[in-house]
């Protein structure tokens, strides 16, 4: 990483549910967005690893949309990033699904390109 360059921002949050099956979750904001799902954790230098599914363009003006199969005895994490380095806002995040699903906001990042 060099400190030089531009900054792009990440949050994460922890996914939970209490029935098995297909859910979706998509962004809202002002700012284009990309979508990540990793099961159990997000390793900052291994992005690949654990990763199930990513998005940018599943939904209209820049925002992801992700559709994933996820079981209730498992953690996930919904990773949220920006498109262009330095750009930062706020983001709503849109979740269906046939039963509750419990968000809990877990870190920030700042990785440097």
């Known amino acids: 990483m ?8 990440y949050s994460a949050f922890e996914i939970r549910v209490i029935m098995p099956s297909n859910y979706s979750f998509s962004s809202e904001s002002n700012i284009d967005t990309y979508g990540y799902i ?6 900052l230098d291994n992005p690949s690893l654990n990763l199930l599914t990513k998005s940018r363009t599943g939904s209209e003006h820049g925002q992801f949309k992700l559709t994933v199969f996820l079981q209730p005895w498992m953690s996930y994490i919904l990773l949220i990033t920006t498109f262009s380095s330095n750009a930062t806002g706020k983001f709503y995040i849109v979740t269906s699904g046939p039963a509750k699903i419990a968000l809990r906001h877990i870190r920030k990042y700042i990785l440097f390109d």
């Open 2 to 9: 060099n400190a030089s360059n531009s900054p792009y921002y």
């Open 38 to 43: 990793y099961e159990n954790i997000f390793h």
